[in-house]
């Protein structure tokens, strides 16, 4: 079933909440019982485009368990792993931010830095305090 298909699938579940008489309503006739439960102003395109993200998210969404599900099968720590990538992602986008260099990695950082991925919290801590006062 296509983005299309799938949205005007909804959009006659919608309709059907308001009227629920309409019996396979086209398109046009979706929008025009649904339009009024929406923001005055938002014209059908904004329907469309808005119809469309939300599918296009949903489907994301979908692939992205279908993944998770897939790695944990294939690694049982599968979902340990995306969780210490996450925080390291983190970790990366707050040293680009406290050194503003947009190239910094963790390793950059210890090295330039002279610290180690061991040293501990308050190790980094003083390394970033210092930075920002020099700025």
Request: charged fraction near 30%; include cysteine.
């Amino acid at each position: 079933m296509s983005d299309e298909e799938l949205a005007l699938k909804w959009m006659r579940q919608q309709a059907r909440k308001i009227d629920p008489y309409v019996v396979n309503p086209s398109f046009d006739e979706c929008v025009e019982l649904i339009e009024p439960a929406f923001q005055k102003g938002q014209s059908l395109a904004q329907l469309k485009y808005l119809l469309g993200e939300a599918d296009r998210r949903a489907g994301a969404a979908e692939r992205k368990h279908a993944a998770l599900k897939f790695a944990k099968e294939k690694n049982p720590n599968a979902g340990q792993v995306l969780r210490l990538q996450s925080k390291l992602q983190r970790v990366q986008l707050a040293l680009k931010l406290a050194t503003s260099d947009n190239n910094m990695t963790i390793s950059q950082f210890c090295s330039e830095y002279d610290v180690s991925k061991r040293d501990g919290n308050t190790a980094w801590n003083k390394t970033l305090v210092e930075i920002s006062k020099r700025k």
